[in-house]
Structure formats: structure tokens, C-alpha cells
T-cell receptor, first 112, second 114 residues
Framework: GAGVSQSPSNKVTEKGKDVELRCDPISGHTALYWYRQSLGQGLEFLIYFQGNSAPDKSGLPSDRFSAERTGGSVSTLTIQRTQQEDSAVYLC??????????FGQGTRLTVV | DQQVKQNSPSLSVQEGRISILNCDYTNSMFDYFLWYKKYPAEGPTFLISISSIKDKNEDGRFTVFLNKSAKHLSLHIVPSQPGDSAVYFCAASEVGGSARQLTFGSGTQLTVLP
């Protein structure tokens, strides 16, 4: 596609349920990032994929969070046993060979 | 420990005047800096960037200045327009680093008053 696509755009889930957020990066982009923005906060780095290298998971806030990237393209961010503090906008970005990352529109997650 | 700081959460300027958004960083390994603009309910969009080998980069109404000794960068918008009203994030990266993650500041809400 022309840009980074994220789905769903909005997700409301009950506390304790698992959720999966999807990111379709720009075709040919080898690097993929996940960030989140909590209300009134900046962009918090979660995880970074680059080609076939082991992902940089240093930003994942707990072991309830995991992400995978299949075939070097689509990525799924999974949050298990969601908590209210997980409520945020989850942003995905992709990058080709340069240093400019292009963001999707985000998924707004609300845990009730 | 915030490695990239935007100390002004908000800024209001009159249309036609200059907007100056500031960003400070602490990691001396950062060597590439970017500014992103974010409208509500949208993802951030890339605006302008600068490499540490330069001290200025200009693109139309937008100019980014980098002061490496002070670990400070700023974004100048002139003249400011109401459509520039958005949250502006600065970001930094280590080009030579293995992770190449982007570290973002907390953002500055710019409001351009007509």
C-alpha cells in the first residue's frame, strides 16, 4: 500500500482480555517500529524489527507484551491480560534504508 | 531517564510570526535528528531532519538548527500559519547504532492564532 496501515483503528476491550494489533508497513520497508502514546505523554518506544535481525525488545513494558513480524512484512503486537494502564494509542512505523520513519494512523486501545 | 526533552508542552504564536520549538538531548551518541508533526487522530508525519555534520537545514518555511555543543536543536517556522497548529515531536537516533530506534521527546503543542 501507499502508507503504513494499522488495524483496527479503535479497540475497546475488557480488562484481562488479550488483544492483537496489526501493522502493514510500506512495501519494501525493512525496519518496523512499535510505539505507544498514553494520554498526555510522548511517544514511548516498544519494539523494533530490522530485516532478519533479532528484534530490539528493550521498550516492552512487561512480559504481557509481545510482537512478531512474519515474512519481514506484517507485524502483530499482542497484549495479554490487558490492564487499564495499557490504554493508549499504539503507533506503528516503517523505514526503508534511510533514517526517516513513516507512521500509521495508530490504534486507539481502551481497556475498560 | 528522558534522553530527548521538550520542556515546553505548549506554545501559542500569532499568525505570520515566527514559531520556535526547542528540544534538548542528553545522549552524545545521537547523530541524526528529526521533527515530526502530529494532528489529532492521525499518526505523526515527518517534517524535517538534520544530520550532526550540519548545523542548519532549511525546507521552505521550516528550518532546523542544531547546536551539538549544547545538545540542543530547534525548529523555526516562519511565517506561522493556522494549519501549523499541531503537536511537534523531536526525535533522535544513533546512525551507527545497531538498534536505530528513534527516541522521541514528549511533544510541544503549537497553536497558531489567526
Amino acid at each position: 500500500g501507499a502508507g503504513v496501515s494499522q488495524s483496527p483503528s479503535n479497540k475497546v476491550t475488557e480488562k484481562g482480555k488479550d488483544v492483537e494489533l496489526r501493522c502493514d508497513p510500506i512495501s519494501g520497508h525493512t525496519a518496523l517500529y512499535w510505539y505507544r502514546q498514553s494520554l498526555g505523554q510522548g511517544l514511548e518506544f516498544l519494539i523494533y524489527f530490522q530485516g532478519n535481525s533479532a528484534p530490539d525488545k528493550s521498550g516492552l513494558p512487561s512480559d504481557r507484551f509481545s510482537a512478531e513480524r512474519t515474512g519481514g512484512s506484517v507485524s502483530t503486537l499482542t497484549i495479554q491480560r490487558t490492564q487499564q494502564e495499557d490504554s493508549a494509542v499504539y503507533l506503528c512505523a516503517s523505514r526503508k534504508s534511510g533514517l526517516i520513519a513513516f507512521f500509521g494512523q495508530g490504534t486507539r486501545l481502551t481497556v475498560v | 531517564d528522558q534522553q530527548v526533552k521538550q520542556n515546553s508542552p505548549s506554545l501559542s504564536v500569532q499568525e505570520g510570526r515566527i514559531s520556535i520549538l526547542n528540544c534538548d538531548y542528553t545522549n552524545s551518541m545521537f547523530d541524526y535528528f528529526l521533527w515530526y508533526k502530529k494532528y489529532p487522530a492521525e499518526g505523526p508525519t515527518f517534517l524535517i531532519s538534520i544530520s550532526s555534520i550540519k548545523d542548519k537545514n532549511e525546507d521552505g518555511r521550516f528550518t532546523v538548527f542544531l547546536n551539538k555543543s549544547a545538545k540542543h536543536l530547534s525548529l523555526h517556522i516562519v511565517p506561522s500559519q493556522p494549519g501549523d497548529s499541531a503537536v511537534y515531536f523531536c526525535a533522535a537516533s544513533e546512525v551507527g547504532g545497531s538498534a536505530r530506534q528513534l527516541t522521541f521527546g514528549s511533544g510541544t503543542q503549537l497553536t497558531v492564532l489567526p
